[in-house]
Every structure is written in structure tokens, then in C-alpha cells.
């Protein structure tokens, strides 16, 4: 699929590590300009650099300066995210409102931004880096399941208006990737339970996955770039599950 984004520009969000800095390589290869956008400056100016592409450093967080971006792509990955683990009665406000600015709000906005440029242009695709999460809850997650089941409404609707404009949108739902964000969750997870990390990832975070192994960043990365390729103009308001069995069940 090497030259198939020729042309294209693309902007992926949470660019400076794990998913995103795959799909920022993945996309760069399939022959797409990209903009990294990351609140980690130095990580997104080194991905940018990597891939030939520049960088923009914002926290997503903040509105305003989202809505400041101003930015034209034929090519939106929304990947930024956190996670928080929490009994829904001791969960932050303020950490619930944080996440669903960066992961549901910030999405929007941004799409809001770009799919003008994708109409005028009758081409254009949006990709969301949902989760298992967007499709299942778990315990103790209030603000990340939240978020993600907003995304995958959000997505739909674009999918709907984006159609007659040659606009597609789709999600991505990874189980858990090896990335920074799972590290510390199976960091932190080791010392509540007394288990060493290998144990945490075995027992407590694959135990309802039938592929007992983490994915890896370049596999979500594969299944984004087919997304944003010419092949997949038919694709559109689904979720694509690379979740080693879990919703089997």
C-alpha cells in the first residue's frame, strides 16, 4: 500500500508515542504529509522529524486552543487519550471533564475543523481510536468508557453526513496495545494486587481475551492505513474490533 495517501495530508493526535506515532510512520510510508499533534512537545517534534512531517504542540485539553489549530488534512486520526481507574463514587470530576475533553470533545472540534476541506475536495477520511471500551464497559472506568462510547456515536453521525460529501469515518478497537498508557496501567495494577507485571497482563488484563499476548502498536497502525486507503471507500460508521476474542464471548 506504499503511495496510496500520495498527495494527502494527515494529522494524527497523540502522535509522540504508541498508536499514534505508528500511524503517523504507517501513514508517512503510504506516502501522506503529516502533522503530529501531541501536548508531549519533544516526542511529537521527534516523530515529525522521523517522518518527514512537522509538529504541533497542544494540550487537547484545552479548547480554545484547539479550536486555535485551524487545520486542513484529507486524513484525521483521533488518537489521544488517558485513562483513569476509579470507583465511579471517588472518580474526579475533573478528571471525568479532562477526559471527555480530550477524547469526545477534541474530536469533535476537530472535525469540525477539517471536514469542510474534505468536502471541498469530495474525498476525506476520519478514524477514531476507540477501544474494546467504545463497546464493552469494565469496572472502574468510568471516564474512559464514557468517552469512548461518545466517540463511537460521534463517529457514526460523521459516517452519515460524510457519505455524499466522499467522506468516510470509522473506528478502530484495539483491546490493549502495548503503549505507554497500558505500561503504567500494568505498573500501577502490580503493586495494587502484589503480582509482578507479566502476571498483571496474564491474569487480571488479558483474562477475558482469548489471544493471550498485547497488540502491538504497528498492527492498529495496518488497519487505520487500509481505512484511509482508496480500497476502503465502502467502509464507513463501523467499528473495526483487533480485540484477540473478547467480544466473543
Given amino acids: 500500500m506504499r503511495n496510496d495517501l500520495a498527495g494527502r495530508s494527515a494529522v494524527v493526535t497523540g ?19 503529516v502533522v503530529v499533534v501531541d501536548v508531549d512537545g519533544v516526542g511529537a517534534k521527534r516523530v515529525a522529524e522521523e517522518v518527514g512531517g512537522r509538529a504541533e504542540v497542544v494540550d487537547l485539553a484545552d479548547l480554545k486552543a484547539v479550536d ?3 487545520l486542513r488534512c484529507d486524513v484525521l486520526v483521533n488518537n489521544a487519550g488517558l485513562q483513569h481507574i476509579s470507583p465511579v463514587e471517588d472518580f474526579s470530576s475533573e478528571r471525568f471533564s479532562l477526559m471527555l475533553r480530550v477524547m ?61 460529501h466522499g467522506v468516510t469515518s470509522n473506528c478502530v478497537n484495539p483491546a490493549y496495545v502495548r503503549t505507554p498508557l497500558v505500561e503504567g496501567q500494568v505498573a500501577a ?31 492498529v497502525a495496518e488497519l487505520v492505513a487500509y481505512l484511509c486507503s482508496p480500497y476502503a471507500d465502502q467502509m464507513t460508521g463501523g467499528s473495526y474490533l483487533m480485540d484477540g476474542g473478547w467480544t466473543a464471548r
Fill in 15 to 33: 502522535g509522540a508515542s504508541g498508536i499514534g506515532a505508528a500511524c503517523a510512520k504507517r501513514l508517512a510510508d503510504a506516502g501522506a504529509e
Fill in 104 to 164: 469526545l470533545e477534541a474530536p469533535f472540534r476537530l472535525v469540525r475543523q477539517v471536514l469542510p476541506h474534505m468536502y471541498a475536495k469530495r474525498w476525506g477520511r476520519v478514524v477514531n481510536i476507540s477501544s474494546v471500551h467504545g463497546l464493552r464497559a469494565s469496572p472502574f472506568k468510568a471516564g474512559y468508557v464514557a468517552a469512548k462510547h461518545g466517540l463511537e456515536g460521534l463517529s457514526k453521525v460523521i459516517a452519515l453526513e460524510g457519505a455524499a
Fill in 189 to 219: 495494577q502490580a503493586v495494587a494486587h502484589g503480582l509482578n507485571p507479566d502476571q498483571v497482563v496474564e491474569q487480571i488484563m488479558l483474562k477475558p481475551v482469548a489471544v493471550k499476548k498485547l497488540i502491538e502498536p504497528e498492527q
Fill in 68 to 70: 486555535a489549530l485551524e
